[in-house]
């Protein structure tokens, strides 16, 4: 008799993790299918546009070979990039004339979170080249391409799953909200676009960085509670931190979220600096994030001789004098006029201040000084691109906020009070979202048909867009 119920514990035992993972996939079963079908139609987009009908080439160009080329030259061992020129690539770089030397302008961030795929497609050429007797492990034939834009599909899936924890795990968002703003997110903006067709930028990477600082920040802190952290849990703040300012410089300033984190009023405020200034704190993330900048600086030191440089050579900021104005409403590259879904972000702003939760005070600072900073640049409208792909970096701060809006709508229809109001508002929002989302994907289109253009768009790209469904 006790034989048979120790067997009978054991085999519940054993079915008790299946029925677990079960219930947690069928609780989770409409995210993971918006993943899955995004990511097809990502993969199918890349190759529609690069292979079907060669809409573009080549598939890492631009910014994005920047950034790339530092993994060829790994191979190489050359980094004054003289290979490109003498084995006649499809694509050039120009290199800027800093103090000490010639230099590649771009941070080697992005290509550090390119590696694991391009190290991929390395192995896979190698192999290749033995048994066909080819010569295509060169660093940028098209399957070195091919795998960087896979690879950014891969970072918006990870970049997505940690937005979504986020906002269901730690900012308490119900699951329906929490799916409603990654879809919102991902077909409402840029997002897509930046995730398949233009996955050779820097975009999608910080995209990625931002969403894991801000998962782990929370993370974090609610284990600082209990006292359960260890030293080696407080260095990985240090190596996100470098990771994300060697992929784009301007955007170290996301590390506010942390020195905000509980931030509330001038009282939290001060008990906050003593804590994130104990050197039990401090000294630890800061020389962890020297160590994790080292790539960067050994590379400007080799090519320039000083450790410490500005690479971006003539170009500058006005501080006086930036088209905020431009770069949020223009025709040209107006964030707000190419995802106008974003607009939701200003009452969810209202929102979330009335709610003064841990992250709010540091998502806005951030928020706040970035618009600044990217207006400031002396191209307001960072050259080629669909829309403002700046703030593709920082969606998880507009997510965060038109969430809000989201989940005071949900709040609205539980509590079941004056329902012809709520439908109203319901439909204005919802419909907004939907038409936005519609916009988004007539002009993704156009722009990958060159309708809209690169750059220069006014209103009779707008006509010339309308009239691709009229």
Known sequence: MIEKKRKENRERMAVTPVISLGNKWRQERAFAIFLVITAFLMLVSIVWVYHVKVLNAPKVYSDGFGYYAYLPALLRGDFSFGFIEAEGWEHSLKLIEADGGPVNKYPVGVAIMESPFFFAAHLLSLLRDTLTGSATATG??????????????????????????????????????????????TYGTNLFHYASYDACFSHIYSYFLFNLFLYYLCWYEERQKAGENKIWQTCIFGFLAGLIFMCRNTNILFVLTYVFYG????????????????????????LTGVITLFPQLFYW??????????????EYFEWLAPQVGNFLFSVRKGLLFWSPILILALPGMVIAYKKKDNLHIGLTVFLLLILYVSSAWWMWYYGGSFGQRVAVDFLCVFAILIARVFESLEKWRQQGGRKTMYKTMAVAVYGLCGVCIVWNLISMRAYWYRVLPPDGADWNTIRNIMGMIL
């Open 301 to 314: 030191h080799a090519a320039t001789g000083n450790w410490f440089l500005y690479s971006y050579g003539g």
């Open 140 to 185: 940028y034939s098209n399957l070195y391409q091919y795998m960087v834009l896979f690879g950014g599909v891969c970072y918006w899936v990870a970049g997505t799953i940690l937005l979504y924890q986020l906002l269901t795990g730690f900012l308490g968002f119900s699951k329906r909200v929490s799916l409603i703003t990654c879809v919102v997110i």
């Open 263 to 286: 931030v509330t009023d001038w009282n939290t405020l001060k008990a906050r600096m003593v804590t994130i200034l104990k050197p039990a704190r401090a000294v630890p993330i800061i």
